[in-house]
């Protein structure tokens, strides 16, 4: 008889295991697919963001340019001071996106934006559940 009652417990624990792989199977698959979801999604936005700003930086530059050119055909002043405000201004430009392209690119800026800062912190900080 006590064969039977451990025959038995072992075949509903051995049912309770395979059902239990088999859901965290369907559960990790779940989690796969929505990573990949996000991964695609995120793809998708990075590249509508990059053709975006070609777009913007397309229009600043042809700005920039008839600006100058207006500049240059209105100013009565003599074809050497005409250049060197040309310089001036090159050399503005040049400085200006130089800041703005390392404001961008700035690894704490990124780490915060992304929530990967929260994320660490979280991953990092002690365990409530933890015995010791």
Known sequence: MNYL?????SFVAVKLLANYRHLSLRALKIEAVKSYLHGVRMARLSALGLLQMGLVIGLICFGAALFHAGLFILLPWSIKAKAVLGLLLGA????????????????????????????????????????T
């Open 92 to 131: 503005a430009y040049v400085v200006a996106g130089g800041l703005v392209l390392r404001a961008a690119m700035d690894e704490r800026t990124w780490m915060e934006k992304s929530g990967a800062t929260r994320m660490f912190k979280e991953a990092t900080r002690p365990s409530t559940d933890d015995p």
């Open 5 to 9: 009652y451990k025959g038995v417990l």
